[in-house]
């Protein structure tokens, strides 16, 4: 069972449930199967926003590769890593035609400068040592005035508020608990490492606020999953796409920040 604390000292949601070690995720993944593609969804819809068809693209921490895939049919040189190796494989496998390896985002085999581009999509917020490694081998192999995209969960306004009415259980961690998940992080935070590791931020914003709504509005949950129960009707799915939208900037369960590499003269 999930456990949620608030970390004051850190200014962090903490997730108790199972260390996230590529043995978890080999075993998740292959659990989800084979992946659908979504060649109009939100990486690549993303990446042509800023990027040029035929940019390099990397997705460190790639999974199942299908936004490798999807980025790849999409016009990109997306190259996918990721360190859980069954994982890789099976990816492999799925996609024959995309360039898949193993690998670990704090330690990158790949030259300076080598990317126009780099997708990090919930992996930073599984490290409790921190991420600054990540960002910092980002940082190195995007080329200047390259995009990096970064995703985790978020400490959203509203999670803040339920923070300041008591409704996480408040915590202090001295060491890594063994089962550690992963952080829901906050955006002031996120920006300072940002700027820190060379990163001018040019766009944010909340995502996936259906995950918060079942997750932290336990009031409304009947209507909750009424809404979100999947349906053939049109009318539900324009309602249920009005309201995520609506709530995305302040309930949120992630986020998704867009940061250029070096300042604004690139």
């Given at each position: 069972?999930?456990?949620?604390a608030?970390?004051e ?7 108790l ?11 998740w ?5 084979k992946?659908a593609?979504?060649?109009?969804g ?13 940019s ?9 590769a ?11 040189k ?5 360190f ?12 024959p ?6 690998g670990?985002?704090r330690?990158?085999?790949f030259?300076d ?24 081998e ?14 985790a ?11 300041k009415?008591g409704?996480?259980?408040c ?74 939208t609506?709530l995305?900037?302040?309930c949120?369960?992630s ?12």
């Amino acid at each position: 069972m999930r456990y949620v604390a608030y970390w004051e000292k850190v200014d962090r949601l903490v997730y108790l449930k199972e260390k996230a070690t590529p043995e978890f995720w080999d075993s998740w993944w292959k659990t989800e199967g084979k992946p659908a593609v979504n060649s109009k969804g939100e990486v690549v819809t993303v990446t042509a926003q800023y990027l040029q068809l035929g940019s390099r693209v990397l997705e460190g921490g790639c999974g199942r590769a299908d936004k490798v895939k999807a980025m790849t049919d999409g016009g990109f040189k997306a190259i996918g890593i990721d360190f859980a190796e069954p994982s890789v494989k099976q990816a492999i496998q799925y996609f024959p035609d995309t360039d898949i390896r193993l690998g670990d985002v704090r330690l990158l085999d790949f030259p300076d400068d080598y990317f126009d581009g780099y997708w990090s999509i919930g992996v930073i917020e599984h490290f409790w040592d921190g991420y600054g490694s990540i960002l910092s081998e980002a940082a190195r192999v995007i080329r200047p005035g390259g995009y990096l995209f970064l995703t985790a969960p978020w400490l959203s306004p509203y999670r803040k508020y339920k923070v300041k009415r008591g409704h996480y259980p408040c915590r202090d961690f001295y060491s890594e608990p063994e089962n550690f998940y992963q952080f829901a992080l906050n955006k002031e935070e996120v920006c300072s490492q940002l700027m820190i590791h060379g990163f001018t931020l040019v766009h944010w914003r909340g995502r996936m606020s259906e995950i918060s709504m079942l997750e932290d509005m336990n009031i409304y949950q009947p209507q909750i999953e009424w809404l979100l129960r999947p349906s053939n009707s049109v009318a539900k799915r324009i309602l249920r796409k009005a309201v995520c939208t609506t709530l995305n900037p302040c309930c949120g369960h992630s986020f998704l920040a867009i940061a250029r590499l070096g300042n604004n003269q690139y």
